[in-house]
């Protein structure tokens, strides 16, 4: 059959309440422009994150329910820390209420002022927390990677010429080198097998370990399993694992790849590493056999990680935004290509070419959306970027995009139909949208809760 289906019945439903472009223009104004700070009941198709946003199966509710509450050593742990392993095969596994908590611990134990992390791409909330020890986030994707009209197999691939040219130079700077997989801030692409399996040869001359921020990590192998050559009978579990083969640990957000709606952990081996973070993670998060999740929580990542490398599952998930994409592109709007896993980014560049970087075209594009449709999206540009120059004044981002990421689970085609009808719509009245400036923004991260005004 030629139409791919949902692999999942619906059992429970949401109910989504239906607002009128006045009630919106009301909303966003009462939001500062920031569409971080609209309420989520006055939003139709929420796709500013797929971080935590997923469906939970019934096999995980079920799992719940035998969530373990103890304090120390609950059987809900020895299962998570089960399915981690079966994942990962790293000998330690620390648990974390999300990924972010993971960076801070481990980048607090590894890294100091003026060492250099070099990654394909940094998400934001690594970037932040590299930066909070003094340390540099630098990114070194390859030159494909940053051409969003490029089609190209794997363009968050690091670059391996770079990443040498920077050992020679800087190696006694340089704690660990991360691969983001797949690559969120560069557009959600994958990374290939061969391009970690070098990276780690490259390392090892200079005795660096790797670490993967593994968040997408059964997404990226589904890509590689449908686009490396020699990997198409390969299952996704061997693939994950020849992955995770080829690192020295990871962290991971379990509210992307484990179908969770918080959690998140380290795996490593290097034992020096891992008591001084589980010390850390004593003060900070929790006892290190739950470190800030509750017991429940632990079950439904355990059971969320055997069904993310189904393979039926995969192939729904990357082709809902390939689908998606598809059309934007028969209609003439401009996305990152190929199609991301777990979202789609438009190119505000292309969209608002009258918009100059600092009125922040992407953050334009997603008020537009909310306005005519009441779709929520994120902007990953200058206005996420947040980096000044001496004067103070914006500097821009490689890229405007406009970011789609896409709930797991929770969506059907319809709702995508009404996407790209939506998309279309504030496409085809793209000419005299006004840029906007910020009125208020914090030290960090400021894309979370500055507030803008229109131009
Ligand atoms: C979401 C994400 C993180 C941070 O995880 P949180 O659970 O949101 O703290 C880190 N890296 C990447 C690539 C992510 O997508």
Same mark, same amino acid.
């Given at each position: 059959?030629? !139409?791919?289906?949902?692999?999942?019945?619906?059992? %429970?439903? @949401?109910? &989504?309440?239906? +607002?009128?472009?006045?009630?919106?223009?009301?909303?966003?104004?009462?939001?500062?422009?920031?569409?971080?700070?609209?309420?989520?009941?006055?939003?139709?198709?929420?796709?500013? +994150?797929?971080?935590?946003?997923?469906?939970?199966?019934?096999?995980?509710?079920?799992?719940?329910?035998?969530?373990?509450? %103890?304090?120390?050593?609950?059987?809900?742990?020895?299962?998570?820390?089960? =399915?981690?392993?079966? #994942?990962?095969?790293?000998?330690?596994? &620390?648990?974390?209420?999300?990924?972010?908590?993971?960076? $801070?611990?481990?980048?607090?134990?590894?890294?100091?002022?003026?060492? &250099?992390?070099?990654?394909?791409?940094?998400?934001?909330?690594?970037?932040?927390?590299?930066?909070?020890?003094?340390?540099?986030?630098?990114?070194?994707?390859?030159?494909?990677?940053?051409?969003?009209?490029?089609?190209?197999?794997?363009?968050?691939?690091?670059?391996?010429?770079?990443?040498?040219?920077?050992?020679?130079?800087?190696?006694?700077?340089?704690?660990?080198?991360? #691969?983001?997989?797949?690559?969120?801030?560069? /557009?959600?692409?994958?990374?290939?097998?061969?391009?970690?399996?070098?990276?780690?040869?490259?390392?090892?001359?200079?005795?660096?370990?790797?670490?993967?921020?593994?968040?997408?990590?059964?997404?990226?192998?589904?890509?590689?399993?449908?686009?490396?050559? /020699?990997?198409?009978?390969?299952?996704?579990?061997?693939?994950?694992?020849?992955?995770?083969?080829?690192?020295?640990?990871? !962290?991971?957000?379990?509210?992307?790849?484990?179908?969770?709606?918080?959690?998140?952990?380290?795996?490593?081996?290097?034992?020096?590493?891992?008591?001084?973070? $589980?010390?850390?993670?004593?003060?900070?998060? /929790?006892?290190?056999?739950?470190?800030?999740?509750?017991?429940?929580?632990? @079950?439904?990542?355990?059971?969320?990680?055997?069904?993310? #490398?189904?393979?039926?599952?995969?192939?729904?998930?990357? $082709? +809902? =935004?390939?689908?998606?994409? @598809?059309?934007?592109?028969?209609?003439?709007?401009?996305?990152?290509?190929?199609? /991301?896993?777990?979202?789609?980014?438009?190119?505000?560049?292309?969209?608002?070419?009258?918009?100059?970087?600092?009125?922040?075209?992407?953050?334009?594009?997603?008020?537009?959306?909310?306005?005519?449709?009441?779709?929520?999206?994120?902007? &990953?540009?200058?206005?996420?970027?947040?980096?000044?120059?001496?004067?103070?004044?914006?500097?821009?981002?490689?890229?405007?995009?406009?970011?789609?990421?896409?709930?797991?689970?929770?969506?059907?085609?319809?709702?995508?139909?009404?996407?790209?009808?939506?998309?279309?719509?504030?496409?085809?009245?793209?000419?005299?949208?006004?840029?906007?400036?910020?009125?208020?923004?914090?030290?960090?991260?400021?894309?979370?809760?500055?507030?803008?005004? $229109?131009?």
């Amino acid at each position: 059959m030629k !139409t791919l289906i949902e692999p999942f019945r619906i059992k %429970s439903i @949401e109910h &989504i309440k239906m +607002t009128t472009r006045d009630e919106r223009e009301k909303f966003l104004k009462e939001a500062n422009y920031n569409v971080f700070k609209i309420r989520s009941e006055n939003v139709i198709l929420d796709f500013l +994150t797929d971080s935590g946003t997923s469906a939970m199966s019934s096999d995980q509710w079920a799992a719940i329910m035998k969530g373990d509450e %103890s304090y120390a050593c609950a059987k809900s742990w020895y299962n998570f820390e089960k =399915a981690v392993k079966k #994942i990962t095969n790293f000998k330690n596994i &620390i648990p974390t209420h999300q990924g972010r908590a993971a960076e $801070r611990l481990l980048f607090s134990v590894v890294l100091k002022e003026g060492d &250099i992390v070099p990654n394909n791409n940094h998400f934001d909330t690594t970037r932040a927390n590299v930066e909070f020890t003094g340390a540099e986030a630098l990114d070194l994707v390859i030159e494909e990677g940053k051409k969003p009209e490029l089609d190209y197999p794997f363009k968050g691939n690091i670059d391996i010429k770079k990443l040498e040219n920077l050992l020679e130079k800087e190696s006694g700077k340089i704690p660990l080198c991360m #691969i983001t997989i797949t690559n969120n801030a560069g /557009g959600g692409q994958p990374v290939s097998l061969q391009n970690i399996r070098e990276t780690k040869q490259l390392l090892g001359k200079y005795n660096i370990p790797l670490f993967l921020d593994a968040c997408r990590f059964a997404e990226n192998a589904y890509f590689i399993k449908k686009r490396e050559n /020699g990997y198409e009978s390969k299952s996704v579990l061997e693939i994950v694992n020849e992955m995770f083969s080829y690192a020295d640990g990871c !962290t991971m957000s379990a509210k992307k790849d484990a179908f969770a709606n918080i959690g998140g952990f380290i795996a490593l081996n290097d034992e020096e590493v891992t008591k001084k973070t $589980r010390n850390l993670l004593i003060l900070t998060e /929790g006892f290190p056999t739950y470190g800030g999740m509750t017991g429940r929580d632990l @079950e439904a990542i355990a059971v969320g990680l055997e069904e993310i #490398i189904q393979e039926d599952y995969l192939n729904y998930r990357l $082709r +809902t =935004a390939e689908y998606l994409g @598809e059309i934007l592109l028969e209609n003439g709007i401009s996305i990152v290509r190929p199609a /991301g896993g777990h979202a789609l980014y438009i190119d505000a560049n292309a969209f608002y070419p009258h918009i100059p970087y600092y009125e922040f075209p992407g953050q334009a594009l997603c008020c537009e959306l909310y306005l005519e449709g009441g779709i929520r999206g994120c902007e &990953i540009g200058t206005f996420m970027f947040g980096k000044k120059n001496e004067d103070g004044k914006d500097i821009a981002a490689a890229m405007e995009l406009v970011r789609l990421a896409f709930p797991r689970r929770v969506y059907t085609q319809t709702h995508f139909d009404y996407a790209a009808e939506v998309i279309i719509d504030v496409y085809n009245k793209r000419e005299g949208v006004k840029g906007l400036k910020i009125t208020y923004e914090p030290e960090y991260l400021r894309h979370f809760t500055s507030d803008l005004e $229109r131009l």
